[in-house]
Structure formats: C-alpha cells, structure tokens
C-alpha cells in the first residue's frame, strides 16, 4: 500500500473511532464513515471487507499504542517502588484508553461483534497483561512483590480495575489525573506485598 493508501486507511480508522464513540456501532453507516472521512463509498470497500472489518481495524490501531506503553515497564524492576512504577504507567494507559473505551463497550454490547470477542480471547496474552506480569515476577525475584502473588492474576486484576474505573460515569477523561486511580493502584500494591515508601535498590 502506498503513502496516499496509508492516509486514506488512517482517515477511516479515525472516523470509525469517532462515529462509534458518538452513536455507537449499530447506528455506524459505511456512508456516513465515508463521509467523515471525506472519500467515497466505494473507496472505503477497497480498502475494507465491510464495516466489521474496518471496526476491527479500528480497535487494532487504537490498542498499539496501548501495547507499546508497557513494553519497558519489565526493565524497570528494582528502580524506583513498584507504586511508582505502576502508577505511571496505569495513568499512561489511562490516557491512551479514552480513544479504545468506546470500542471495547461496543463489542460487549452489540451481539453482532459476539465473533469478534470470541477472536480476541483466543489472543495469546501479550501487550500490558504479559508485560505487567513479567515486571511483577521480575520485581518478586528480588523480594518486592510477595513469593505467593500470581504475577499473572495479578497483571489482569489491575487492568480489570483500571477499566472498571474508565467505565466509571464520574470520572469521565479526568481518570489519569484521578485521585481515585492513584488511590486504586496503591491499594493493589499494598495487596502484593510492596511497600510504597520502598527504598530504591538501583540507582
């Protein structure tokens, strides 16, 4: 695919994001995606199968960058505390959340998606659940984190209660900023055995 392919692909990415955001999948036409993106009908099957396609697109660009937030956090085992560690990245993925939300609340909630969700359970565990395990396993082989904590559990409790929060109805697109996270995240650290006032083992 060449750069002008690429664009037009992004322009249609990005407009499924804000349509679905704004009406939901089910009220989504192709039409109107093309529209918002300012190519024809016909551009967009060029490029798509059909809107699952292309909404499935969407929920791929949109969790790359969610990827790629917690790829170091496993480096960073015996530097700083693990509140510290944790938090930062938790707020990251807060931020970078608030463009996949209306995604993932779209495929539990619209039967036709019900294949999609099948698809991605079958996943292998990768992104934040697999890099968050690997840092809480690092951090416990140097006896920071409690020898019977299940580092895998663990990484999925703590971004099971990072999307309980997002779907909060109060707390919006201010989640990052949030006492409540970080009060939520320090809970959980107390939960696996890490002080917060650790000293640092590594300069």
């Keep these: 695919m060449n750069a002008r392919g690429d664009t037009t692909r992004k322009r249609l990415i990005d407009a499924t994001t804000a349509l679905v955001r704004e009406v939901g999948y089910a009220n989504v036409r192709t039409r109107s ?6 190519v024809a009908e016909g551009t967009l099957y060029r490029h798509f199968a059909d809107k699952r396609s292309l909404f499935y697109a969407a ?6 960058p969610i990827v790629a937030a917690t790829a170091t956090l496993p480096s960073l085992a015996g530097r700083g505390t693990v509140l510290e560690n944790l938090l930062e990245v938790i707020r990251k993925l807060a931020q970078l959340q608030e463009d996949l939300l209306p995604l993932e609340q779209a495929m539990i909630a619209d039967p036709t998606l019900a294949p999609l969700r099948g698809e991605r359970v079958q996943m292998p565990l ?7 395990a690997r840092y809480l396993a690092a951090e416990q082989s140097l006896g920071r984190v409690r020898a019977e904590c299940d580092p895998t559990l663990a990484a999925i409790s703590l971004l099971a209660m990072l999307f309980g929060l997002a779907v909060h109805p109060l707390l919006g697109n201010d989640l990052a900023k ?3 996270l970080g009060a939520s995240v320090s809970y959980f650290v107390d939960g696996v055995g890490a002080s917060a006032t650790q000293p640092k083992l590594l300069a």
């Design 33 to 38: 995606i093309a529209v918002a993106a300012g």
């Design 59 to 64: 929920v791929l660009d949109r969790n790359a």
């Design 126 to 132: 990768e992104g934040p659940p697999h890099d968050i």
């Design 178 to 180: 949030s006492e409540l």
